[in-house]
């Protein structure tokens, strides 16, 4: 065991030095390329990839985070997180960050309003700032203090209980027992006594010989290097640490990713006939394209969204949602017939953004009254950015606007249908607002707005933002800055969502199809994260979700009381009624989060209080939401408490993943879909792969957030995980029939010594004859049976906890097991070896009936007794000999049963396991030739009497040779009963993993 000890110890700084050769290599040999891929900075934000604004070599590039070093100069986004350890340059040198604090510019906050008007003002710009740690570092300096912390395994701890409970009760009571034994019988001078050293010393050692681990840590790590073969394989020629945890962990599997798993970024219709709709639709494509496909016009989008996004996190309570640019949409343009020379003739000459504050007020402020603290979703912030552009064939001003439906309304007075210009009614109003508060419940939506510009504007607001006030009326009329944005004609909403890739549908219902409980870990709230997972196939009903996110969470709905308006206001840009008005201010109160009827905890630390006293319901919802990886590595740990066995599948990209993938009981990397928000960085991520000699950034960022992982795999790769999972459980199950089997063939051996001492009958087995048994045969024989085909019912059968002891039920009934298959075959060993030494005796005494009967042996002193140790030892090795015969046929003929555990040999014959055949033919062959040649080799000539094989009792034979007759039907009888046992405890085991049902049920 010291030897795996060492190969686990050194595992992980093995996986070091291959990193640090790697790098080393890309170092001094870099290829030309080493920045392709890093030049688009517009790749939309997303948690299964972490990259940052870097300067390398003058440029500013999109880099992996894992990639920084100390020094490097990087540009932070406003309202982005830190990636690490960070501190400002020249006269910011005072502004310090720590990891995952978010940046703000608190010393230049927007132009208050003037006198009710609005007032733009600058946009806030990324902040440089200079790295003082380096992520790497971290990263590999937590692997390597934590990689020797992970849970013990399932089969680990197995055998850590097997070993224990043998040390602690039969290995101790055999030795007792045999020792006062022999002591009685060498004191009272029984018959068949040996000398003191034989009867005192030997004869205790050898009864206790089977159950020491002389072979069993060789054998446990060569039987662990083999399954580690045989899952290997099913990976192909790719390199993979794997080592002997994995074969039980991947029992259970827990996902713990961001948005690796999401199909690319093609854009499809949910109506199969929308061509229908491709005149209402042609405007929308062309206000896209001119949005996202210039990336001189995209540059300024993004930076009006990240201020937008700023004043959402610093000036709303709770924070609404950040504003994303609709990169996803990249490719509607074409999809409705757009080429990309479209845009062409169009030039861009400004772009604004405009946003208003929440109705529901921040808690701090004194005007109104806070709502009780509930647990909300995050709003849409109210915004609009606007795009003005000159078309040079006609000369004409287009304004082309998007962003949320509240604000674009506002700015509309008419709406297109595909024909005509129709004027916006307050219906088609609510109906807008319904639409669009539901889909970003669910997703993401946009509205689109356009109107030919005729009238002057002011080119000052060119890249500026302006607040709105709340009560906008007549007084901003003349306003030259916002005169623009009125009277716009309204485009339609666009809603978008992802969807579960194929291939990842099928890889949760193949893990729920073997009792894998598939867990998603979602940073978004509840109802966006529901929907996504209904769409992998995951339950998502009444009790089927927990929210990780810690706040106060009253359980009474009725108390929850929203304060009223103080005055009903006018929508922005233009003046509306009241029944608008307060029809969005219901649909705004709507956003409040329904309370979990379940009573399900609410918080990563009620957790625990209600796995204690209430439930185990926590351990068996499929959903998690509003997640970050600190509560994701909470609740691993929580998992792994009450005996789940977590294997985390997260990306390979996000350096956050480290400290979940070095908690959980094995750990995957998957290489993520990078996400794409133009048509040049959709072409660059569909360029060819970089040659076997060169390493791409992608690689080298992969293998450090992947250290701790496993098993990396592609993001093409999902179904190999059920090919894992299956070999990884047939090994398992091998492993443990192998070992089983071996230990009631030891505790068979110590059984027959036991019982020999206590009939007063010499040893059935010599010294060398128990240790070819238990160190040669046996194993032999036990290892055999792994060479079973493998069987595809495996992956229906229900696997059981990460438990630390062994329930007594389980041993109790191995005891009757092992009393039933062995207790009357070791009496037949005992009677076949007593006949043996009672023709021996008369041939000795010379067929004197009174010297030999068996209950002389018992009343005759030593005197009469053969002299077993001396002048006949040839006798009493000969019978030996054939009882070790015996003793290994027996054992060949219990393994039959054991081939195939889950089926009796009429149905699944054991000729099918090549190995075990090939293993009993050549172990009797070499059985005998060795007591044959110990015969020839340590023969004594001068023994007083000699005796043959021809001197073995005829019944001897009969007995042993047709005892194998009703052993099988024992064994298979006893195998049947098992079986039944074990479909019992599977069906329990199905229905327990199906049942999600806690307290409150309301059926």
């Not at 623009?484 to 809603?495: I, M, N, T, Y």
Request: hydrophobic share 40%; charged share 15%; glycine share 6%.
């Amino acid at each position: 065991m010291a030897a795996l000890q060492q190969l686990k110890s050194s595992e992980m700084p093995r996986r070091v030095e291959t990193l640090l050769n790697s790098l080393q290599e890309f170092l001094q040999h870099p290829p030309s390329d080493w920045l392709k891929g890093t030049e688009d900075l517009f790749t939309p934000s997303s948690p299964a990839v972490s990259l940052q604004w870097t300067y390398r070599d003058g440029r500013l590039v999109n880099l992996p985070v894992s990639l920084l070093v100390e020094g490097d100069i990087i540009s932070l986004r406003p309202g982005n997180e830190a990636p690490t350890e960070l501190r400002g340059i020249q006269e910011e040198e005072h502004v310090v960050l720590s990891r995952s604090d978010v940046f703000s510019h608190l010393s230049s906050p927007p132009s208050p309003l003037d006198n009710g008007r609005p007032c733009p003002h600058r946009l806030v710009q990324p902040q440089l700032f200079r790295v003082t740690k380096t992520p790497a570092v971290e990263v590999v300096q937590r692997c390597l203090e934590l990689s020797q912390q992970r849970p013990i395994s399932v089969l680990d701890n197995e055998r850590f209980t097997v070993q224990s409970l043998l040390e602690r009760g039969p290995v101790p009571l055999a030795l007792v027992l045999l020792l006062m034994l022999n002591m009685l019988r060498y004191i009272l001078g029984a018959p068949g006594v040996g000398p003191w050293p034989v009867t005192l010393l030997q004869l205790p050692v050898n009864g206790i010989l089977p159950l020491l681990p002389l072979t069993f840590p060789s054998l446990w790590l060569l039987v662990g290097i083999y399954g580690e073969v045989r899952v290997l394989l099913q990976m192909g020629p790719q390199p993979t640490d794997w080592w002997t945890r994995s074969l039980c962990s991947l029992e259970m599997l827990s996902l713990s990713v961001g948005r690796a798993h999401f199909d690319d970024t093609r854009v499809q219709f949910d109506d199969m006939q929308w061509q229908r709709h491709a005149p209402s639709l042609q405007p929308l494509g062309l206000a896209v394209q001119l949005l996202l496909s210039n990336p001189v016009v995209a540059a300024r989008i993004l930076h009006l969204s990240d201020h937008l996004t700023h004043a959402a996190l610093l000036r709303t309570r709770p924070p609404c949602q950040p504003v994303r640019p609709p990169w996803g949409l990249y490719q509607l343009p074409g999809i409705l017939g757009f080429s990309p020379s479209a845009q062409d003739p169009f030039q861009h000459r400004l772009s604004v953004g405009a946003y208003t504050l929440p109705t529901i007020p921040c808690s701090g402020e004194p005007r109104e009254m806070a709502p009780p603290p509930v647990s909300m979703r995050r709003l849409p912030f109210s915004h609009l950015i606007a795009l003005l552009v000159h078309h040079t064939h006609t000369g004409e001003l287009h304004l082309f606007s998007y962003g949320s439906a509240d604000v674009v309304l506002g700015a509309c007075t008419e709406f297109w249908d595909g024909e005509d210009l129709q004027p916006l009614t307050d219906s088609d109003r609510k109906k807008v607002v319904d639409f669009y508060q539901r889909s970003c419940m669910a997703g993401q939506c946009v509205a689109m707005s356009f109107k030919p510009l005729t009238q002057p504007y002011d080119p000052e607001i060119d890249g500026m933002c302006v607040e709105m006030p709340l009560n906008q009326g007549a007084e901003t009329a003349g306003d030259l800055s916002l005169s623009p944005l009125r009277q716009q004609v309204f485009l339609g909403l666009v809603s978008s969502q992802y969807q579960a890739r194929p291939d990842m549908i099928r890889l949760i219902s193949g893990l729920d199809s073997a009792c894998i409980r598939f867990v998603y870990f979602s940073n978004e709230e509840e109802v966006r994260s529901k929907v996504f997972a209904e769409k992998m196939g995951l339950e998502t009903g009444w009790n089927c979700h927990i929210s990780l996110q810690s706040e106060c969470f009253p359980l009474d709905p009725e108390n929850i009381e929203v304060p009223e308006r103080a005055e009903e206001h006018s929508c922005l840009l233009g003046e509306r009624d009241s029944d608008e008005s307060r029809t969005m201010d219901h649909d705004g109160a709507c956003l409040i989060e329904d309370l979990n009827r379940a009573k399900l905890p609410k918080g990563i630390e009620n957790v625990r209080p209600h796995l204690e006293h209430i439930d185990n319901v926590p351990l068996l919802v499929p959903l998690f939401t509003d997640c970050t990886s600190q509560t994701e590595y909470e609740m691993v740990c929580i998992m792994q408490e009450y005996g789940e066995v977590v294997c985390c599948l997260g990306s390979s990209q996000n350096i956050n993943n480290n400290g979940i993938f070095l908690q959980s009981d094995i750990s995957i990397a998957l290489e993520p879909l990078a996400p794409t928000c133009t048509q040049s960085s959709s072409d660059a991520h569909q360029r060819p792969p970089h040659s076997q000699d060169s390493v791409s950034l992608a690689q080298l960022s992969s293998a450090i957030c992947g250290l701790a992982c496993t098993v990396q795999l592609h993001h093409q790769d999902n179904s190999t995980v059920i090919k894992l999972i299956k070999q990884a459980r047939h090994i398992t199950a091998g492993i443990r029939k192998c070992f089983l089997f071996l230990l009631q063939c030891q505790l068979s051996l110590v059984l027959i010594q036991i019982l020999a001492s206590v009939c007063q009958l010499p040893p059935p087995l010599a010294t060398s004859d128990v240790l070819f048994l238990s160190c040669l045969y046996f194993p032999m024989l036990s290892v055999s049976l792994l060479g079973k085909p493998s069987d595809s019912s495996i992956m229906k059968v229900p696997t059981g906890k990460n438990l630390r002891f062994l329930p007594k039920k389980t041993l109790r009934f191995f005891m009757l097991c092992f009393l039933v298959k062995f207790g009357l075959t070791v009496c037949i060993y005992l009677t076949c070896f007593g006949l043996v030494l009672h023709s021996f005796c008369l041939e000795i005494n010379h067929e004197d009936e009174k010297l030999c009967h068996p209950t002389a042996l018992l009343m005759n002193s030593t005197v009469w007794s053969p002299d077993w140790y001396g002048k006949h030892s040839d006798g009493l090795s000969l019978a030996q000999k054939v009882i070790a015969f015996l003793v290994l046929l027996y054992a060949i003929c219990t393994s039959v049963s054991h081939v195939h555990r889950s089926a009796p040999m009429w149905k699944q014959s054991p000729l099918s396991n090549q190995s075990w055949c090939a293993v009993v033919c050549t172990v009797p062959i070499f059985n005998v030739s060795i007591t044959m040649g110990s015969r020839l080799l340590w023969h004594d000539v001068t023994s007083h009497h000699t005796f043959y094989i021809s001197d073995i009792p005829m019944a001897t034979w009969l007995l042993g040779i047709f005892w194998l007759i009703p052993l099988v039907f024992i064994n298979e009888g006893i195998k049947l009963h098992e079986i039944r046992m074990r479909v019992r405890y599977q069906k329990r085991q199905k229905l327990q993993f199906d049942t999600k049902l806690g307290m409150n049920s309301p059926f």
